[in-house]
């Protein structure tokens, strides 16, 4: 989102298709919720997209109150709500900026999600929230393997949620064929590194640095059962 | 293949698509921890900081070594708020409880000068139902509280036996709102009311601890601490919202959302959580209760009790069951007909905002306000005959008034009926004298009747004798049947008096078909 606005063109176009290509589960799960049939789904998901990177709609977005998930879920409002250009979601091909979008998976998951009595709205935020939890941890889980410590974060990433219960350090410098000090060493980078990359990515999602904290309450409180 | 697990640290099942298999509640609330104190830090606010290491607390002879003057018995328990000792005082002999904050919380700028003032603020707490401060202070850069020892145990290893009961917890939640009312008065908010925070003595009676210390140990709103035994943990469950949303502007009443969440724990079993259900449909408990919870769980601060005594008057109401008189209720007699009212008023879109009315205008308790408004209810259906309050009031009150208001909505159009079957049948009437007359000899007073118009007159008397005993079961409630029958031959054109009839046997047919109005007729076997 920063990057988005800041820069020019074809930069900012970029910046949004990685949010659009990052972010459109949620957005494809409030469609289906709200009641359109898979195919039909489908077709409005690349079409909004596709809408939305060709036109430059992120100029109308307010700047301070730049939450990329409120302008995207607004902006799907209100286009659902114009039917003739869901009508013409049937006729383009759409996708082209976007790349090809893994609807079957999407499909797949919104199938496996219980039934809820919630909004559509409230869960596309919690929706929203899940995505960017996977997003980082995907992404950090990544970076450890690219080093070789893959294994390392599988083991240890439970600390990432408050549990320092894991195992005594003791037990797990013994797994790890490590010291004591160097798995709390370790476990410590872990968590900073996550931080850090949470917050990366939420401010990419916020137009305010100093807006993270809040959105991660807001996203807390979306996910509150 | 679906088993449901539960996230370790806050408890809440994991969803299905968890992202990695780590609860995302906890994932967020890690995410918020920022690093001593680097981020923005409101003044005077402490910073929210996050105890990275787990705490790992010193054997009871190590710490005889800081503390010479007592003798360390046990490590009883540890949570974020530091470890607790069973340690004994030799010279008073006694048993008192040693608490030891963990060594990071002190590393924070000014945190000495916090803990002076707040453990001065906890030892001027001076209750019963609150664990008393003896002494504190710093050791070695070890920081101390000296409390009293409560011998028995906390809420949630109560609730984790399964042996609570609902007379059980209707006597532990006053005693904890006697408690906070206490502090709340002297200023101070607990800030983590939640089971393992209410202790249990041997003789039943509650003593809550870590009062001020969530304060003081710099607790952020998400602050999941570390723990090494699973059972202490911060969750936010207990939380009020304004905690979360706005920590700065929390009061008492954030203590008094958390003892909401700790009610429907005692009473279910289970945390209210999303759109839970009220407790009486869970369990076997007095519906009052309900309204108890439900208001501590208001969101908003301004909906919720305002006072914890207030909340210990509903439970205990509830727990001695009043029953309802007959008669107004004391609370009534020397009230303003202002008052009454306005509780009428209201008592017609909501009878719980009516109720709230009353309390906060006469500071009656719940169960006496409910008595109350639900006799002004009453009382008013039958003046007005409306079936607005009726509509509001409980189901006892509501087959009896609604049965006033309905005859007395169906009088008028049955006096109409009555009306229209005199009319018809004063022919028949006429008729008849003339007849008699005529049988003993005299003569018509009016111009002779042919066979054709006698006939007639007797049916027009037929009718309305049909009519008015269709309009006496009306309005007798008698025959639901009997009085469509008279409002139908009343609107028929049979009649000189037909153009009185239909609009009366239009309006009564009209009424009859109302729920309210038909519910009290007879149903036909």
């Not at chain 1, 408050?162 to 195992?167: L, Q």
């Not at chain 1, 916020?206 to 100093?210: D, K, L, R, T």
């Given at each position: 989102m920063l990057a988005a606005r800041n820069q020019a063109a074809p930069q900012a176009r970029e910046a949004l298709a990685v949010l659009c290509r990052t972010y459109w589960y949620p957005l494809y799960a409030y469609i289906r919720h709200r009641g359109y049939d898979v195919h039909h789904a489908q077709d409005l998901t690349q079409d909004f997209f596709t809408r939305l990177l060709e036109?430059?709609?992120?100029?109308?977005?307010d700047r301070d109150k730049g939450k990329f998930r409120s302008f995207l879920l607004a902006a799907c409002k209100h286009f659902l709500a114009n039917a003739y250009d869901r009508a013409q979601a049937q006729k383009r091909g759409g996708g082209k900026i976007l790349g090809s979008l893994d609807f079957n998976a999407g499909e797949g998951r919104y199938s496996r999600e219980p039934a809820h009595d919630l909004t559509p709205e409230k869960l596309f935020e919690r929706r929203w929230a899940m995505t960017l939890l996977h997003q980082v941890l995907d992404d950090l889980r990544a970076e450890y393997e690219q080093a070789g410590k893959g294994s390392v974060f599988d083991r240890l990433k439970s600390v990432l949620s408050?549990?320092?219960?894991?195992?005594p350090y003791s037990q797990l410098a013994g797994e790890l064929n490590t010291s004591e000090a160097a798995v709390k060493m370790t476990v410590h980078r872990l968590r900073r590194r996550y931080r850090e990359r949470l917050r990366q990515e939420i401010a990419q999602t916020?137009?305010?640095?100093?807006h993270v904290e809040q959105e991660i309450r807001d996203l807390f409180a979306a996910l509150r059962p | 293949m679906s088993e449901v697990r539960a996230c370790p640290t806050c408890g809440t099942e994991l969803p299905a698509d968890a992202p990695q298999g780590l609860c995302p509640q906890c994932l967020l609330a890690q995410g918020l921890k920022s690093s001593k104190g680097t981020e923005a830090a409101e003044a005077g606010q402490p910073p929210t900081t996050g105890f990275r290491r787990p705490f790992r607390p010193p054997t009871p002879a190590e710490l005889a070594h800081h503390f010479p003057q007592l003798e360390v018995l046990d490590l009883l328990g540890q949570g974020g708020m530091g470890a607790v000792y069973k340690a004994r005082q030799p010279g008073l002999d006694r048993i008192v409880a040693l608490k030891i904050l963990p060594p990071e919380a002190a590393e924070e700028p000014g945190f000495a000068e916090r803990f002076g003032r707040e453990a001065r603020a906890l030892a001027r707490l001076s209750h019963p139902n609150i664990v008393a401060v003896y002494d504190f202070g710093q050791n070695d850069g070890l920081y101390y509280l000296l409390m009293e020892y409560v011998d028995g145990l906390n809420l949630r290893q109560l609730l984790q036996s399964g042996q609570l009961k609902p007379p059980q917890t209707l006597l532990i939640v006053p005693q904890v709102c006697e408690a906070l009312q206490y502090a709340h008065d002297e200023g101070i908010v607990h800030r983590d009311i939640k089971p393992e925070n209410i202790l249990l003595d041997k003789k039943g009676r509650v003593k809550i601890a870590d009062f001020g210390l969530a304060k003081l140990l710099g607790q952020a709103p998400l602050d999941l601490r570390l723990t090494g035994t699973r059972q202490v943990m911060g969750t936010p469950?207990?939380?009020?919202?304004e905690q979360m949303d706005r920590p700065l502007e929390v009061d008492h009443r954030a203590d008094l959302y958390s003892l909401g969440v700790v009610l429907y724990e005692m009473l279910t079993g289970q945390l209210p959580l999303g759109r839970f259900v009220p407790p009486s449909q869970k369990v076997q408990v007095d519906v009052r209760l309900d309204e108890v919870v439900l208001r501590a769980l208001e969101r908003e601060p301004e909906q919720r009790y305002q006072r914890a005594s207030e909340i210990k008057t509903d439970v205990e109401s509830v727990q001695h069951a009043e029953p309802i008189s007959e008669g107004p209720p004391a609370l009534l007699l020397g009230r303003t007909p202002e008052l009454e009212a306005r509780v009428v008023e209201i008592l017609r879109h909501d009878k719980i905002a009516a109720i709230r009315f009353f309390r906060e205008a006469t500071g009656a308790g719940l169960a006496a306000a409910k008595e109350a408004v639900e006799w002004i209810g009453r009382r008013r259906s039958e003046r007005s005959g409306s079936f607005q309050s009726a509509r509001n009031a409980d189901k006892n009150s509501l087959s009896k008034d609604g049965l006033a208001a309905a005859r007395q909505t169906l009088l008028a159009p049955a006096l109409g009926l009555m009306l229209i079957g005199a009319l018809n049948c004063t022919g028949l009437a006429v008729l008849l004298l003339s007849t008699i007359r005529l049988l003993s000899g005299g003569q018509f007073t009016v111009s002779n009747l042919g066979a054709q118009e006698a006939i007639l007159l007797s049916m027009d008397g037929l009718l309305g004798l049909a009519i008015l005993w269709g309009a006496w079961k009306m309005v007798r409630l008698k025959s639901l049947g009997l009085a469509q029958l008279g409002c139908v031959l009343a609107l028929l054109p049979l009649s000189p008096c037909w153009f009185l009839g239909l609009p009366v046997g239009i309006w009564g047919l009209i009424l009859l078909m109302r729920p309210e109005v038909r519910k009290h007729f007879p149903t036909s076997s």
């Open positions: 036109k430059d709609s992120l100029a109308t977005v408050g549990d320092s219960d894991v195992a916020v137009g305010n640095p100093a | 469950h207990y939380m009020a919202p």
